[in-house]
Each structure stands twice: as structure tokens, then as C-alpha cells.
């Protein structure tokens, strides 16, 4: 029984019942921040064009969706160029 639960592949359902997540506290805390920011993000155009009283103020809330998405774009590029110059894959390595 020993050498069969030995050979049980990763994810078997021995393991599953364990838990055996590597996530700590702030590491949570920290995606769930990013995820209510990523939201918020998301709604701001509708709350600008909500808030204002003419239609001409979906201009400004495209304008500023388009500026973060192209803020968001940079460091993305930033990021796949230090990956580059250190030659890793991920932020672990």
C-alpha cells in the first residue's frame, strides 16, 4: 500500500485533500487588491459618463481607459525586457 501511494501521480486525490498551496497572507491580500482596482479600472468610463451630465463625457472617460491601458502596455513591454536581458522566464527565477 506503501509503494502505491508513492506512485500516485501529482494532483491524485490524496494530495488534494492535503491542501499544500505555497500563496501566503500578503500575497492574497495583494491579489485581491488588484482585483478590486482592476474592477474599479474597468467601471471608471461608466462612472464618468454617469456622473456627467452631456454625452460628451464619454470622451474623456475613453481618453483615459485608452491612457491606462497604454500605461499598462509599457510595463508589460518593461517587464519582457528585463526577462530578456537576465535571461529568465518568470519573476521566481
Known amino acids: 500500500a506503501a509503494s502505491a501511494a508513492a506512485e500516485m501521480p501529482r494532483g491524485g486525490a490524496a494530495e488534494k485533500s492535503q491542501g499544500g498551496g505555497t500563496a501566503t497572507i500578503p500575497n492574497e491580500v495583494f491579489n485581491l487588491i488588484k482585483s478590486i482596482v482592476g474592477a474599479g479600472v474597468l467601471s471608471l468610463p461608466a ?11 464619454m470622451i474623456p472617460a475613453v481618453a483615459l481607459i485608452a491612457v491606462m ?7 508589460f513591454a518593461l517587464i519582457g525586457r528585463v526577462c530578456q536581458k537576465t535571461n529568465t522566464m518568470s519573476y521566481a527565477d
Open 47 to 57: 462612472g464618468v459618463v454617469a456622473f456627467g451630465n452631456a454625452p460628451s463625457a
Open 69 to 75: 491601458g497604454v500605461i499598462s502596455a509599457y510595463t
